[in-house]
T-cell receptor, first 112, second 114 residues
Framework: LAKTTQPISMDSYEGQEVNITCSHN???????ITWYQQFPSQGPRFIIQ???TKVTNEVASLFIPADRKSSTLSLPRVSLSDTAVYYC?????????????FGTGTRLTVIP | ETGVTQSPTHLIKTRGQQVTLRCSSQ?????VSWYQQALGQGPQFIFQ???????GRGNFPPRFSGLQFPNYSSELNVNALELDDSALYLC?????????????FGDGTRLSIL
C-alpha cells in the first residue's frame, strides 16, 4: 500500500484558493488517489477521487501529473468552515482492497 | 440514501472490561471497515468485513474482533480493554466490486477507558 507525505499544516485567508500537495512516490498501477476532510469529533468526509489528469466536482479539483507520484487538492475560495484536517490516501479500491493509510493529514486553518 | 450510522456515540469503560460497538452501513454498500483514531492522529485500519468474513486486518491484536451480519451491518468487539484503547472508533462502508468506489465514514464512537 503506497504511503503518502503531505504538509502538516497550512494557513489561508478567507476567499483565497488553497492548494494542498501530496507525495506518493510508490503509487501502484491500480491505486486511486482519494482526499477526505475531517472536522473534530466527526468521521472523515469524502471530497474527491481520481486516477490521472484532472478531476473536478462541486467542492474541489484534483490535479494528478502524468507520473502520478504526487497530487494536488485545490479548494477554490475557502471559507472559515473549510478549517479542518485534509487527508490524502492512495490505494486500490477494487474488490478485496481493504486498507486505507491515512497518515497525519494537513491541518488547514482559514483566517478571517 | 441513508449514510453510515454508529452506536453508541460515546462510551466509558474501565480497564479489563469488554465493549461492543455497532455500525450500520450506507444503503447499497456491502463492505465495512473499522478504524481506530487516537487524538491528534490519522485513522488506523483495524480490519474489514466482506460477505460476513474478515477480509484483511491491520496491526491490531486478536482481542479486537468483529462480525458482519447478512444485512451488512457490523460489530467491533474489544476484550480486556486497556487505557491505550481510548480513541474514536470509525466505521466506513463501501461497495466492493467497483474499483472506483470510495469508503464513506460514520461519525464514530468515542470510547474512553478509565
Amino acid at each position: 500500500l503506497a504511503k503518502t507525505t503531505q504538509p502538516i499544516s497550512m494557513d489561508s485567508y478567507e476567499g483565497q484558493e488553497v492548494n494542498i500537495t501530496c507525495s506518493h512516490n510508490n503509487i501502484a498501477t491500480n491505486d486511486y488517489i482519494t482526499w477526505y476532510q475531517q472536522f473534530p469529533s466527526q468521521g472523515p468526509r469524502f471530497i474527491i477521487q481520481g486516477y490521472k489528469t484532472k478531476v473536478t466536482n462541486e467542492v474541489a479539483s484534483l490535479f494528478i501529473p502524468a507520473d502520478r507520484k504526487s497530487s494536488t487538492l485545490s479548494l477554490p475560495r475557502v471559507s472559515l468552515s473549510d478549517t479542518a484536517v485534509y487527508y490524502c490516501l492512495v490505494g486500490d479500491m477494487g474488490p478485496g482492497a481493504n486498507n486505507l493509510f491515512f497518515g497525519t493529514g494537513t491541518r488547514l486553518t482559514v483566517i478571517p | 440514501e441513508t449514510g453510515v450510522t454508529q452506536s453508541p456515540t460515546h462510551l466509558i469503560k474501565t480497564r479489563g472490561q469488554q465493549v461492543t460497538l455497532r455500525c450500520s452501513s450506507q444503503s447499497g454498500h456491502n463492505t465495512v471497515s473499522w478504524y481506530q483514531q487516537a487524538l491528534g492522529q490519522g485513522p488506523q485500519f483495524i480490519f474489514q468485513y466482506y460477505r460476513e468474513e474478515e477480509n484483511g486486518r491491520g496491526n491490531f491484536p486478536p482481542r479486537f474482533s468483529g462480525l458482519q451480519f447478512p444485512n451488512y451491518s457490523s460489530e467491533l468487539n474489544v476484550n480486556a480493554l486497556e487505557l491505550d484503547d481510548s480513541a474514536l472508533y470509525l466505521c466506513a462502508s463501501s461497495l466492493a466490486g467497483d474499483s472506483n468506489q470510495p469508503q464513506h465514514f460514520g461519525d464514530g464512537t468515542r470510547l474512553s477507558i478509565l
